[in-house]
């Protein structure tokens, strides 16, 4: 018994672009495009009218941007997962997206089967960011004031390491790895390896399921 396609909804104020995901899209095989829309407005009223399994949107539309879009077009359909998709994103906005919830973030610039490959994964609930977008996160992380290596520890907390563990793994001391544990709960404002780990998820320097990807 084969699976029922995921309806689907995408925008995009370029027709060609528009076109060419839809066609990608649609020789996966998985999904149904139920509508499409040019504008953000146009988009959150699609949403909100065929409440769909998935929208994909992207970010830099007039009327309404993806992520106004999205933060709308939520409400009304909250059932829906949403991916956004940029040509130009900054670290910045990479961040916020991650921070309020997407389900997805994708660089237009990226491997098209990147998004084809993530989708499952999107509709059972997980959180996928590219391989550049998640690049764009790190940089926000650094300019928070994270270093490369205590974004390793925070990678390495979320698996579930012991010090001891996370000490062999980067090839450092336990006392080193007890000093950047120390540093990311400050920096984090956590005040438990739970917490911390949430705190990560939030702000899109881990994946949902608590895995780092890119």
């Known amino acids: ?7 689907t909804v995408i925008a995009d104020d370029h027709q060609l672009m ?3 995901v839809r066609a990608m899209l649609e020789a996966s095989g998985r999904v149904e495009v139920v509508a499409t829309a040019a504008d953000g407005l146009a988009a959150i009223a699609a949403v909100s009218r065929e409440k769909p399994d998935l929208a994909i949107l992207d970010l830099a539309m007039p009327h309404a941007n ?3 879009a999205y933060l709308e077009a939520r409400r009304w359909s909250p059932g829906t997962r949403f991916v956004l ?4 994103l900054t670290p910045a906005a990479a961040a916020a997206l991650a921070e309020e919830g997407v389900s997805g973030l994708f660089l237009k610039t990226g491997d098209p089967e990147e998004l084809i490959r993530a989708l499952p994964r999107i509709m059972q609930g997980g959180q996928v960011f590219s391989a550049a977008a998640q ?5 926000a992380a650094a300019a928070e004031g994270l270093t490369a290596r205590e974004l390793q520890m925070l990678q ?9 563990q996370a000490a062999e793994t980067l090839g450092i001391s336990p006392k080193t790895v007890d000093k950047h544990r120390t540093n990311l709960m400050r920096k984090l404002g956590a005040h438990s390896t739970a ?7 939030r702000l899109g320097l881990l994946q949902a399921d608590g895995t780092h990807e890119g």
Not at 135 to 139: A, V
Not at 195 to 201: A, S, Y
């Open 135 to 139: 690049g764009l996160l790190e940089q």
């Open 156 to 164: 390495a907390v979320a698996r579930g390491a012991t010090n001891a």
């Open 85 to 88: 998709f940029s040509g130009a």
């Open 66 to 68: 993806g992520m106004e």
């Open 195 to 201: 917490e911390l780990v949430m705190t990560g998820v």
């Open 1 to 7: 018994m084969s699976l029922a396609p995921w309806r």
């Open 18 to 20: 528009l076109s060419g």
